[in-house]
């Protein structure tokens, strides 16, 4: 896997939970979606979308 760059760089969240989520936003990133220039608390708020999303689709299978 290659390394994850570190989206949220000002985070009150634990270790692991910045990992999660800046391994969200680099998928995220993957499919096209631009980054840059948002605020750390509309990545993290991206992030958690996703999260969502693959928790919704994991429940239905």
């Known amino acids: ?9 000002k985070s009150d969240k634990s270790k ?6 800046n391994e969200a936003l680099y ?7 631009p ?3 948002m605020t750390q608390r509309r990545l993290e708020k991206m ?5 969502s999303y693959q928790l919704s689709v994991i429940s239905y299978q």
């Open 16 to 21: 692991q939970f910045q990992r999660l989520i």
């Open 1 to 9: 896997m290659p390394q994850i760059p570190q989206y949220l760089t």
């Open 27 to 33: 998928i995220i990133s993957k499919f096209g979606v």
């Open 35 to 37: 980054l840059e220039g």
């Open 47 to 51: 992030a958690m979308a996703y999260f």
